[in-house]
């Protein structure tokens, strides 16, 4: 029971974050589906609007608490570590937050941001023009859904559990532990759960876009794949929060600056 309360505080907040990530999904599905094939959808649907969203908060919740407990448990021997939640509620200590670490959260986050939304523009979007035609979600939504769910529970599943399970397998299985683990076997957790991340992307970029074809695919690893290797590395080397942080920057920065300042200029 020793990583308990964290896990269940991350469950909590990933809880949240299911409530804000359906109304967003809702939202993107209605501005690129169309009005006929969007209502079929939502008839479709055996309950009312705010208890499937409940029931989605609380299934993300219950999977991000068992998920994140694993991940939490196999830590012990990769290293990998939560160095401010750990501090409060395993050492009963007040966090002290690493200022160089938080600075790198914040601007890569930021760099991240903007590398991501010029390499779409001038990449991607002009040989996909369904990508200019949609409107998207309202930026408040897609703000707390990508700063909630991408920021928290995406790390909970991608960096917390999977990657921390790479390489907790991999030195389990070359019996090492502890400060014996070789560097290479985090660079494998953080790589193959990068893909991961990237291919867990295309479901969603087939209901949004249709068919996938090569250049979707390609779209959805660079885009995604980039970005996850950097949160990963901020894992190892950092703790997951910072990788928290990074990954909630970068959508606070796309949502409120980059992409409104194209937009003004457009």
């Known amino acids: 029971m020793k990583h308990f309360k964290i896990a269940l505080f991350l469950a909590f907040m990933s809880l949240i974050a299911g409530a804000f990530v359906v109304p967003f999904q809702l939202e993107s599905l209605k501005n690129t589906l169309p009005a006929a094939e969007y209502n079929k959808i939502i008839d479709s649907i055996p309950f009312p609007l705010p208890l499937m969203i409940t029931l989605a908060a609380l299934q993300i919740g219950l999977l991000c608490f068992v998920l994140g407990w694993i991940g939490l448990k196999l830590t012990e021997r ?122 867990g992307h295309l479901p969603a970029t087939e209901a949004l876009y249709g068919e996938l074809n090569n250049l979707i695919i390609t779209r959805a690893f660079v885009l995604n794949g980039v970005l996850a290797v950097f949160f990963g590395y901020l894992y190892w080397k950092k703790g997951l929060e910072y990788a928290m942080i990074a990954h909630m920057m970068l959508h606070v920065v796309t949502q409120l600056a980059v992409l409104p300042f194209i937009k003004f200029i457009s």
């Open 78 to 199: 990769t290293k990998l570590k939560l160095p401010f939640l750990q501090s409060w509620f395993l050492e009963k200590n007040k966090p002290i937050i690493d200022m160089p670490a938080l600075k790198i959260s914040l601007i890569g986050g930021a760099i991240a941001s903007l590398l991501m939304v010029l390499t779409d523009l001038f990449i991607f979007q002009p040989y996909m023009p369904e990508l200019e035609n949609g409107e998207g979600p309202v930026w408040w939504k897609a703000t707390l859904a990508g700063v909630w769910y991408g920021g928290i529970v995406e790390e909970i599943l991608l960096r917390l559990f999977l990657m921390t399970f790479i390489v907790w397998l991999l030195s389990f299985l070359f019996k090492k532990s502890g400060e014996t683990i070789p560097s290479s076997f985090y660079w494998v957790g953080i790589i193959l759960s990068a893909l991961l991340f990237s291919a």
